[in-house]
């Protein structure tokens, strides 16, 4: 499919507009535009330059069949600072995620992976995860893992890489291939329905108004703009969830070691306390991420204090019981000493837990509010959303990015189909398929991540034993854990 051309006729555009859907398009923010200038017409318009967006671009620009395409990318941030991103090779952002072998191999597809600054991704190889009030644990980790049989890459869990690794590496693909019309640092102002004239008819069309006043019109406007979309807001699209009354408490911190499984064995560790788990991913060397999910008060406190303290604070999270946890949260200041008492009397196998924190990365220690969300459809008349502004997820399962990277794949075959099949890219007819794709499968993600936060904030009763029963059962399972695993991995 060609890209369209600034002037259409209207019996050209007639043909796309779905009137059985003028229902739902009432439903929509409609704001009479008051510019007379005809707005430039794009096949696809995306809002949002994050991982979700970028990765689109990229796949259809490098597609054959919808390389013709006209795309437009609108961003409010300075792409440009993105672009030229660098760091220290000791220092790490404290945005990193968690990509699956699957979400690699797409990035790898669609040429993006090379772009990445490969010494800073951080393969992982085993995953501990223990119960912090009955010290149950499941391992995570490949068979063959530990042993010459399987190489380093068939035994890899996932990669861990800085957002801004991923984000530049797709834009240095996205200039290397082309054609992509880029309006950066630019906020949008307005998203309505288009007008009818007498040459043109771009009633059933978005269109999205940008500062200074230039306005584009889309075949496909998707929404990968993130949990406050102003796109799917456009589109009428309701979003249900809720909050969990916890903070995500983030930081870049440096270990005493490489790792008990030493440079070429990565460990994740993770222990599921009362008020939230509490994960450390390996970075290269001796960094880590750390992940803490607890409640705001908490995550206050550890904000407050020294990086003394703050250290001692997250060494404390795997080694001590909740009870004592939850008093040294009490204390302003002291905690190192506090620990080190603490430690001569709690009992614990070292091999089995992160090693020591040594230090942590100044200005990394930050936090943001944990919810869960699910917009009721992922797609409207000439409207599809992506990532956050589809879904938001609690981060204890690490699956948020690879979530977006999976709606992104999908939709850009669903795209892929209709072009080569002579197809409306816009419709909901032909936008079905995606949908279909992905929504069931978020959906389960979503509510078993849901469920385990509730289930480990149980403290006390029967439902500790149940759970911590179930661990060990699964444990022991070998096929039932390979299956979680290949599923978590976005495998089949």
Same mark, same amino acid.
């Given at each position: 499919?060609?890209? /369209? $051309?600034?002037?259409?006729?209207?019996?050209?555009?007639?043909?796309?507009? +779905?009137?059985? +859907?003028?229902?739902?398009?009432?439903?929509?923010?409609?704001?009479?535009?008051?510019?007379?200038?005809?707005?430039?017409?794009?096949?696809?318009?995306?809002?949002?330059?994050?991982?979700?967006? =970028?990765?689109?671009?990229?796949?259809?620009?490098?597609?054959?069949?919808?390389?013709?395409? &006209?795309?437009?990318?609108?961003?409010?941030?300075?792409?440009?600072?993105?672009?030229?991103?660098?760091?220290?090779?000791?220092?790490?952002?404290?945005?990193?995620?968690?990509?699956?072998?699957?979400?690699?191999?797409?990035?790898?597809?669609?040429?993006?992976?090379?772009?990445?600054?490969?010494?800073?991704? *951080?393969?992982?190889?085993?995953? *501990?995860?223990?119960?912090?009030?009955?010290?149950?644990?499941?391992?995570?980790?490949?068979?063959?893992? %530990?042993?010459?049989?399987?190489?380093?890459?068939? $035994?890899?869990?996932?990669?861990? !890489?800085?957002?801004?690794?991923?984000?530049?590496?797709?834009?240095?693909?996205?200039?290397?291939?082309?054609? @992509?019309?880029?309006?950066?640092?630019?906020?949008?102002?307005?998203?309505?329905? %288009?007008?009818?004239?007498?040459?043109?008819?771009?009633?059933?069309?978005?269109?999205?108004?940008?500062?200074?006043?230039?306005?584009?019109?889309?075949? /496909?406007?998707?929404?990968?703009?993130?949990?406050?979309?102003?796109?799917?807001?456009?589109?009428?699209? $309701?979003?249900?969830?809720?909050?969990?009354?916890?903070?995500? @408490?983030?930081?870049?911190?440096?270990?005493?070691?490489?790792?008990?499984?030493?440079?070429?064995?990565?460990?994740?560790?993770?222990?599921?306390?009362?008020?939230? #788990?509490?994960?450390?991913?390996?970075?290269?060397?001796?960094?880590?991420?750390?992940?803490?999910?607890?409640?705001?008060?908490?995550?206050?406190?550890?904000?407050? @204090?020294?990086?003394?303290?703050?250290?001692?604070?997250?060494?404390?999270?795997?080694?001590?019981? #909740?009870?004592?946890?939850?008093?040294?949260?009490?204390?302003?200041?002291?905690?190192?000493?506090?620990?080190?008492?603490?430690?001569?009397?709690?009992?614990?196998?070292?091999?089995?837990?992160?090693?020591?924190?040594?230090?942590? *990365?100044?200005?990394?220690?930050?936090?943001?509010?944990? $919810?869960?969300?699910?917009?009721?459809?992922?797609?409207?008349?000439?409207?599809?959303?992506?990532?956050?502004?589809?879904? !938001?997820?609690?981060? =204890?399962?690490?699956?948020? @990015?690879?979530?977006?990277?999976?709606?992104?794949?999908?939709?850009?075959?669903?795209?892929?189909?209709?072009?080569?099949?002579?197809?409306?890219?816009?419709?909901?007819?032909?936008?079905?398929?995606?949908?279909?794709?992905?929504?069931? !499968?978020?959906?389960?993600?979503?509510?078993?991540?849901? &469920?385990?936060?509730?289930?480990?904030?149980?403290?006390?009763?029967?439902?500790?034993?149940?759970?911590?029963?179930? =661990? *060990?059962?699964?444990?022991?399972?070998?096929?039932?854990?390979?299956?979680?695993?290949?599923?978590?991995?976005?495998?089949?």
């Amino acid at each position: 499919m060609r890209g /369209l $051309k600034p002037a259409i006729a209207r019996s050209a555009l007639r043909r796309y507009n +779905c009137q059985s +859907c003028a229902c739902f398009l009432q439903t929509r923010r409609h704001f009479t535009a008051t510019a007379p200038e005809t707005p430039e017409i794009f096949d696809v318009v995306c809002v949002g330059g994050g991982p979700a967006g =970028l990765s689109l671009l990229t796949a259809l620009r490098a597609l054959g069949s919808t390389s013709n395409l &006209k795309v437009a990318l609108i961003e409010s941030q300075d792409l440009g600072r993105t672009r030229t991103w660098n760091l220290p090779p000791d220092q790490y952002s404290n945005r990193v995620s968690s990509l699956t072998p699957s979400s690699v191999a797409f990035l790898e597809g669609i040429g993006a992976w090379r772009h990445i600054q490969s010494s800073r991704v *951080q393969s992982y190889h085993e995953m *501990q995860v223990w119960d912090g009030v009955s010290g149950s644990r499941i391992s995570f980790d490949w068979p063959g893992t %530990g042993s010459v049989s399987r190489s380093s890459q068939d $035994k890899t869990i996932a990669y861990m !890489t800085e957002n801004l690794n991923l984000t530049s590496a797709l834009l240095a693909r996205l200039e290397e291939l082309g054609g @992509l019309t880029v309006l950066d640092n630019t906020r949008v102002n307005d998203i309505h329905l %288009g007008e009818e004239t007498e040459t043109l008819n771009l009633s059933l069309w978005p269109v999205v108004e940008v500062a200074g006043g230039r306005r584009l019109a889309a075949r /496909l406007l998707v929404g990968a703009d993130g949990a406050n979309s102003p796109v799917r807001t456009f589109a009428g699209i $309701k979003s249900r969830g809720w909050d969990y009354e916890r903070h995500g @408490l983030v930081a870049t911190v440096r270990l005493e070691g490489e790792c008990w499984g030493g440079t070429n064995e990565k460990v994740a560790y993770q222990r599921f306390l009362p008020t939230g #788990p509490v994960a450390l991913l390996p970075l290269p060397g001796g960094f880590s991420t750390l992940v803490w999910s607890t409640l705001p008060s908490h995550a206050a406190l550890l904000k407050s @204090l020294s990086p003394t303290d703050f250290i001692a604070m997250v060494n404390a999270a795997f080694r001590l019981s #909740p009870v004592d946890l939850n008093y040294m949260h009490t204390q302003h200041q002291g905690q190192a000493e506090e620990l080190s008492w603490r430690e001569q009397h709690t009992r614990f196998d070292v091999q089995r837990i992160p090693q020591r924190i040594v230090g942590v *990365q100044e200005g990394t220690i930050t936090s943001f509010p944990l $919810k869960m969300r699910h917009a009721d459809t992922y797609i409207g008349e000439r409207v599809a959303l992506v990532g956050d502004a589809a879904h !938001t997820v609690h981060p =204890l399962a690490g699956q948020g @990015l690879n979530q977006g990277q999976g709606d992104v794949q999908s939709l850009a075959k669903t795209i892929e189909y209709a072009v080569t099949h002579g197809q409306d890219i816009g419709t909901q007819l032909s936008l079905e398929p995606y949908v279909a794709d992905r929504y069931a !499968t978020n959906n389960l993600l979503l509510g078993i991540v849901d &469920k385990l936060h509730k289930l480990y904030g149980v403290q006390s009763g029967p439902v500790v034993a149940l759970r911590s029963w179930g =661990l *060990q059962a699964v444990d022991a399972m070998g096929g039932l854990k390979g299956f979680l695993m290949r599923q978590a991995a976005g495998g089949s």
